[in-house]
């Protein structure tokens, strides 16, 4: 009772401090803020879009930090690492606070009276403490010069309007976002024991991802219509892009950076924009000796033989459950595969051209060795003696093998596998829902609090909110999440009224393609956005299998692939509502009727060439899901204003009624001369199929000549068999130049057209020896001269 009289009496005490009514427009000299008012006193923008002042993580534990008023969501933290406790006892006389002293500075103090942060200012009394419309906290001499700005030390988010530069970074746990020493934006793994850079890809140099390492001005910054462009020329547009929408770019726990887009309507954080498409690739997020598995869910999991360090937490990884003596002789080994299994970097030893027995006593005989990669086809041998960025590939050319004890007779590799958590099951759904996870609402953050609630009394790490996070989600089976997945899902991705589609279309008058799925047409919605409304003919799916379907295809964003952005279902009405891409199809181009009046050119082949194979890769390889097109030919790649491939009708093999045991040649989808040898043959459908047809499209690129129908080459008609052997011979005879487009009058880079013609050909051949996509782009991808700049990068 004393107590409450106290705090009542300190509380009326510190509003006389400052005579502006709560919440403050700035904040004087000599004032102050409790964690105990953090509900009333705090400071406000102009424009009541930002707060900042204490922000409570923990049932006793804050932070000093902006954020969103209307959503709460923190934006900036002055002390993300070392929180203040709020609890006010009468024996700490201090209590925590901020508090703007007489010579400027900012201080934050815990309740013990130690100083937690400061803003190193000494501007004087006449400083003040503002919140600008922008959410940039400042702090301003008595000539209203800024002295200090939270703009210029960022924690894990960036405003629109904020810069990132050479003195600045994003920090999540052991993540960074930070521009490296050569001018190129980064993405890095800098955890206890190794720092590992993971993005843009580090197996290609700056300028085949697609950076310029020469522009030193360091900046990147988020616009007000969404675009995050870099001095590198990296550039992400959200996929909402526009004036208007409230923004932020954050490094997630989970080590990706993500554009989000605040949905006013349900108060939620739509992802529209990402660096990492495939969350495998980044480092460091199963920890040590953990693999990566995105077969059936994303998910980490521990190399036979391996239990976890910390069966709350992916980041500490796993470690053996066998113990190596120190002269223990190498007959007492044996090794366990992993299947397309590799651990990224960190190699011991490499050879090529070595046999498996070879690359295997080459480990066995070195004591430091506990693990190899072995790459079949080309005999690579890797040797490794740390095992960091463990992924399993869906079509890794190769297999790891851990080094075991022959004693140990395979009992804990059971236990392993039922270890393998799956943080994040159903990949997309949380990483779609993390936002709000760290976003901290109210109900979805009690485990976080016990462990804030224990570090604030112990020694406070920085997993803490990882492990808490993961917890959340293994224990309480996350509806909650899910939820907020889906609402995301349906924000992004609209379900439009048949009526609404018929109205956009003028009761379906203006026809501008038809295929096999259905007959397409050319749209207005309301908001004057052009759209292309597809009508399914053969959709024999319940209301309920289709959404499902859809929904998946709808969360699919790739600059190569056309974005669905809705769909309707009513009756038996089947529709879905695409971006409108500006020019025709590029088998209008190649042999249409455009190919004569507008002739492409040799540089935009190859560029849609490259635009199919990344288009394919990302649905093969990257993918939420993996997809396989199943119709890959020259009508289904479309063309942008200016000649960037977008594939269309991805995923909508799916939507087909198929009955995989009365699989039969008439049902199929597919296009006769584009389709693989193994459709007919009743095997097994696989991406290798979207592999074969891609050569035949390939070809046609370079030749200009309907290949698949079997053509005239050299006045000879000829079989598209007998087509590939002239093919293999006069790629033998390096005689390109028949095989070219006479069309093109010369005009081409050999080089360019070689590799072409190369990969075309080892695309038709047997199926176990065609390439997969991945491969394809990247054999492609090396005898690209230009500049290219994806907006998304693997
Ligand atoms: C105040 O508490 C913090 C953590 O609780 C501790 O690190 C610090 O040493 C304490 N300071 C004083 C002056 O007791
Ligand atoms: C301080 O400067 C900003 C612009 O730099 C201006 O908008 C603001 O009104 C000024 N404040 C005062 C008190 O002069
Ligand atoms: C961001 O950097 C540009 C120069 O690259 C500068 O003109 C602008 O004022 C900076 N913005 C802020 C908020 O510091
Ligand atoms: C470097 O990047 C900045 C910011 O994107 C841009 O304004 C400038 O023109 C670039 N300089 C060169 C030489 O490309
Ligand atoms: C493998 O490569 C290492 C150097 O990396 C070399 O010392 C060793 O002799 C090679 N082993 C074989 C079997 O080729
Ligand atoms: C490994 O050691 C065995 C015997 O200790 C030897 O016969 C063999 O040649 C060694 N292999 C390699 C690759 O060094
Ligand atoms: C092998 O497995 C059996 C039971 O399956 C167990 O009793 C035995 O201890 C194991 N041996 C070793 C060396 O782990
Ligand atoms: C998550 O995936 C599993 C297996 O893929 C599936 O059984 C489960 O229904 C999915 N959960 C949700 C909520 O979609």
Redesign the pocket.
């Known amino acids: 009772m004393a107590a409450r009289l106290f705090l009542a009496l300190l509380l009326s005490f510190s509003f006389q401090l400052c005579s502006c009514a709560p919440p403050w427009q700035i904040m004087t000299t000599g004032s102050y803020m409790t964690p105990e008012d953090h509900e009333r006193i705090f400071l406000i923008s102009p424009d009541t879009t930002f707060s900042c002042g204490f922000h409570r993580v923990g049932t006793n534990a804050f932070t000093f930090s902006i954020w969103y008023t209307a959503v709460k969501t923190v934006v900036w933290t002055a002390n993300p690492y070392s929180m203040v406790n709020g609890y006010y006892s009468p024996v700490n006389i201090y209590g925590s606070r901020i508090s703007l002293k007489h010579n400027g500075n900012l201080v934050l103090t815990d309740n013990n009276g130690s100083m937690v942060w400061e803003s190193k200012t000494s501007s004087g009394k006449h400083t003040i403490v503002s919140l600008l419309n922008?959410g940039?906290l400042v702090i301003s001499d008595s000539g209203n010069n800024t002295v200090w700005q939270s703009?210029?030390s960022p924690t894990d988010t960036l405003l629109p309007?904020?810069?990132l530069?050479k003195d600045t970074r994003l920090v999540s746990g052991y993540h960074h976002l930070y521009f490296d020493n050569d001018n190129v934006l980064r993405l890095l793994y800098d955890g206890p024991e190794i720092t590992s850079i993971y993005w843009p890809s580090p197996d290609y140099n700056a300028l085949k991802n697609g950076r310029n390492r020469y522009n030193s001005?360091r900046?990147a910054?988020l616009d007000d219509k969404g675009n995050f462009v870099s001095s590198d020329g990296f550039k992400i547009e959200a996929s909402d892009s526009g004036a208007g929408i409230k923004r932020r770019i954050t490094i997630d726990h989970d080590g990706n950076f993500r554009m989000y887009s605040l949905d006013v309507s349900t108060g939620n954080w739509v992802v529209t924009g990402q660096a990492v498409i495939q969350m495998c690739y980044v480092h460091g997020l199963c920890g040590k000796n953990g693999l990566c598995d995105y077969s059936g869910g994303l998910k980490c999991r521990c190399p036979p033989e391996h239990v976890m360090v910390d069966p709350t937490d992916w980041n500490r990884g796993c470690k053996p459950a066998f113990t190596i003596g120190s002269n223990q002789p190498h007959e007492d080994f044996t090794f366990v595969k992993q299947p397309r299994a590799d651990f990224y970097g960190f190699d011991l030893s490499s050879n090529q051209s070595i046999s498996f027995k070879a690359c295997r006593d080459i480990c066995l005989n070195s004591s430091s060795c506990i693990s190899f990669t072995y790459k079949g086809g080309d005999g690579w041998c890797y040797t490794k003696d740390i095992l960091y960025n463990g992924q399993v590939y869906p079509y890794f050319p190769g297999d790891n093998y851990m080094k075991v004890p022959k004693s140990f007779n395979g009992s804990a590799s059971s236990i392993s596998k039922q270890e393998s958590l799956t943080c994040r099951p159903n990949g997309s759904e949380i990483m779609l829902g993390s936002a709000n996870m760290y976003g901290m609402k109210k109900d979805s953050i009690k485990w976080i609090y016990l462990y804030v609630f224990i570090a604030i009394l112990g020694a406070l790490e920085l997993f803490v909110i990882v492990t808490g996070w993961c917890l959340f989600f293994r224990q309480s089976s996350m509806p909650k999440s899910m939820e907020d997945g889906y609402k995301m899902i349906r924000n992004q991705f609209r379900r439009f009224t048949y009526r609404e589609l018929s109205e956009a279309t003028d009761k379906f008058k203006e026809e501008i393609g038809r295929g096999g799925a259905g007959i397409v047409y050319r749209g207005v919605l309301e908001d004057k956005k052009i759209v292309a409304v597809k009508k399914l003919t053969n959709v024999q799916h319940g209301e309920e299998e289709f959404w499902a379907e859809v929904t998946l295809i709808g969360r699919i964003n790739h600059i190569n692939l056309v974005r669905m952005m809705g769909f309707c279902s009513e009756g038996e009405s089947r529709l879905l509502v695409y971006e409108y891409v500006e020019n025709e199809s590029l088998d209008k181009y190649l042999f249409g009727e455009r190919s004569t009046e507008s002739l492409l050119g040799w540089s935009q082949r190859y560029k849609i060439a490259l635009g199919t194979a990344r288009g394919l890769a990302y649905l093969h390889h990257e993918c939420l899901e993996w997809i396989v097109h199943c119709d890959v030919k020259p009508e289904n790649i479309l063309l942008s204003r200016d000649f960037n491939a977008k594939i269309a009708d991805f995923g909508l093999a799916k939507l087909a009624k198929r009955d995989s045991a009365n699989f039969n040649f008439t049902q199929m989808r597919g296009t006769m001369g584009y389709m693989a040898p193994e459709w007919a043959l009743n095997m097994p459908i696989n991406a290798k199929v979207d592999v074969y047809s891609y050569g035949v499209v390939l070809l046609e690129i370079v030749t200009g000549t309907r290949v698949s129908s079997g053509i005239i080459a050299n006045e000879r008609q000829m079989g598209f068999p007998d087509f590939i052997q002239e093919a293999k011979q006069i790629l033998a005879t390096e005689n390109i130049n028949d095989l070219v487009d006479a069309k093109l009058k010369g005009h081409f880079d050999l080089e360019q057209a070689t590799a072409m013609v190369r990969i075309a050909v080892s695309c038709l051949g047997d199926r176990s020896k065609r390439p997969t996509m991945d491969e394809v782009l990247k054999s492609l991808m090396s005898y690209d001269d230009e500049d290219y700049h994806p907006a998304y990068s693997y």
């Open positions: 922008t940039n703009f210029h309007w904020q810069n530069t001005t900046v910054f």
